[in-house]
C-alpha cells in the first residue's frame, strides 16, 4: 500500500490503493462503541501522515480519505477534529516511536489472569 519514487537523491514516499480497493471503512452506523469509531479517522490520517514524505501529498491524499469517510457516515466535526489534530503533527515525529509520557490517560492493560485452577474435584452426581 505504498508507493516509492526517486527525485533526485530523495525517496518519495505515499500511500497508494489498489484499483479494487473498496474504501469500505467502518460504516459509523455501526454498533461499536463511539470511542473505537471516533479514533479511526485519527489513526488513518496519522497512518498518512507518516506516509506521505510530501505535505502537498498529504494534503490531497487526506481530503481524498476524508471524503471516504463522509461516505460511511462519519460526522464531519469527528473527520475536521482529527485532520487538524494529525496536521500539526510533523512527519517525524508520525513515524517516531511513541514515548512512554505520551500513553498517559489510556487505559491500563489487561490485568494477568491466572489459568482456572478449582479448589476442589470435578462435581460427580449422585446416581
Do not use: W
Not at 506516509?51 to 463522509?70: G, K
Not at 487538524?84 to 516511536?97: C, K, Y
Amino acid at each position: 500500500d505504498l508507493t516509492v519514487s526517486i527525485t533526485g537523491y530523495r525517496l518519495l514516499t505515499e500511500n497508494y490503493y489498489k484499483p479494487t480497493h473498496s474504501h469500505s471503512y467502518l460504516d459509523y452506523t455501526s454498533s461499536h462503541p463511539a470511542s473505537c469509531k471516533d479514533t479511526i479517522p485519527f489513526s488513518q490520517f496519522l497512518r498518512l501522515r507518516s506516509i506521505c514524505a510530501q505535505h502537498e501529498v498529504f494534503h490531497t491524499r487526506s481530503s481524498d480519505m476524508s471524503s471516504f469517510f463522509r461516505i460511511r457516515g462519519f460526522p464531519s466535526s469527528i473527520i475536521d477534529e482529527a485532520l487538524t489534530r494529525v496536521s500539526s503533527i510533523s512527519r517525524s515525529s508520525a513515524l517516531a516511536p511513541p514515548s512512554p509520557h505520551s500513553q498517559q490517560g489510556q487505559r491500563p492493560p489487561c490485568p494477568h489472569l491466572p489459568p482456572h485452577q478449582p479448589s476442589h474435584t470435578a462435581y460427580n452426581p449422585p446416581t
